[in-house]
């Protein structure tokens, strides 16, 4: 799985999670985009920048499986 992960701009507004979720986390399943929005994130394989094509705005990505950790909201990315 592909996964983008931007600062949240919108943090704290409603439907956007608190103050405190401070991460978009983006899952992408070749045309399928699901967003999570997390306080923390790890990520444990080889990650790099890119710039979405259609706005200014620049992700971390990266390829790996998601586990996400509810008791801290963090997303924890790990390895294939």
Known sequence: MKYCIRFN???????RGTTDHVWR????????RKEYLFKHFK??????????????DWNVVCNGILTIDRET???????E
Do not use: H, L, P
Request: glycine fraction near 12%; hydrophobic fraction near 20%.
């Open 73 to 79: 909201s963090t997303a924890i990315i790990n390895g």
């Open 43 to 56: 990520i444990n394989v080889s990650s790099s920048s890119e710039k979405e094509s259609d706005s200014d």
């Open 9 to 15: 701009k919108s943090r704290g507004q409603e439907g």
């Open 25 to 32: 986390v983006f899952e992408i399943d070749g045309t399928n």
